[in-house]
């Protein structure tokens, strides 16, 4: 042999080496795409609910970040069903963005509870972590708000259409309760609760999430709901 094959040989070896490496990445990324759909099918039959792997729907349904960011918006692998009585949807969401040669795909866990029949759309109140994740959670919105626990405001920022509704909402139970939810941000708009984080979600995750949903929704004072139309 050649030097120069010896020398083509030795620099094959470590091209040839690397294609493998990403081959073998690529698949084990979606050998786990599928197990983690399986999962969530079978999570959704096991619990009388609906699972879907695209959900292209989502993509419009609801306003504000990270909705309407970027390019290639998508929904994937939505479950929806009803949790206590109510109405809700789960989902995967990402969009792409870019800047000059560099693509970026963020990616967010979405659930959303519906409200129930209200006389009309929910003023926009927004409460999301003093975290990498809340300050992504811009609010072109409203007004910032200090609700005057120390504790809280340090650690959520508060964004609201109406500034009544932020504070009655937002009651000394309620802040006690949103000490444990620190991981998420989450909005009041229109006809739903919507709760956010990075990533996606887990079946067991989805659990945990619809009862810190129905637990804020059950803080929320009579009262409120009263004064927003909700029919007895």
Request: proline fraction near 4%; charged fraction near 20%; charge should be positive.
């Amino acid at each position: 042999m050649t030097s120069l094959a010896v020398g083509l040989l030795c620099l094959g070896l470590p091209v040839a080496a690397m294609t493998v490496g990403i081959v073998l990445v690529v698949r084990a990324t979606q050998r786990a795409k599928e197990r983690r759909r399986a999962s969530m099918a079978a999570y959704a039959a096991q619990r009388e609910w609906r699972f879907s792997t695209h959900a292209p729907a989502l993509e419009r349904r609801f306003g504000g970040d990270p909705f309407g960011r970027g390019s290639a918006r998508t929904a994937r692998n939505s479950v929806e069903g009803s949790y206590e009585g109510r109405h809700f949807v789960a989902f995967d969401y990402s969009y792409v963005t870019r800047s000059g040669e560099r693509t970026q795909t963020s990616s967010f866990s979405v659930v959303a509870m519906h409200l129930g029949e209200l006389g009309g759309p929910v003023p926009t109140l927004q409460v999301s972590p003093q975290t990498s994740l809340g300050r992504f959670f811009s609010g072109l919105f409203g007004t910032d708000l200090i609700i005057g626990n120390q504790g809280f405001d340090d650690a959520f920022h508060v964004r609201a259409d109406s500034p009544e509704l932020a504070h009655d909402v937002l009651h000394p139970g309620m802040v006690a309760l949103l000490a444990d939810f620190r991981d998420r941000a989450w909005r009041l708009q229109d006809d739903s609760l919507l709760m956010f984080r990075s990533g996606s979600h887990t079946p067991a995750e989805i659990d945990r999430v619809l009862w810190s949903m129905k637990a804020i929704l059950d803080q929320v004072p009579e009262q409120v709901w009263l004064r927003l139309g909700r029919r007895r």
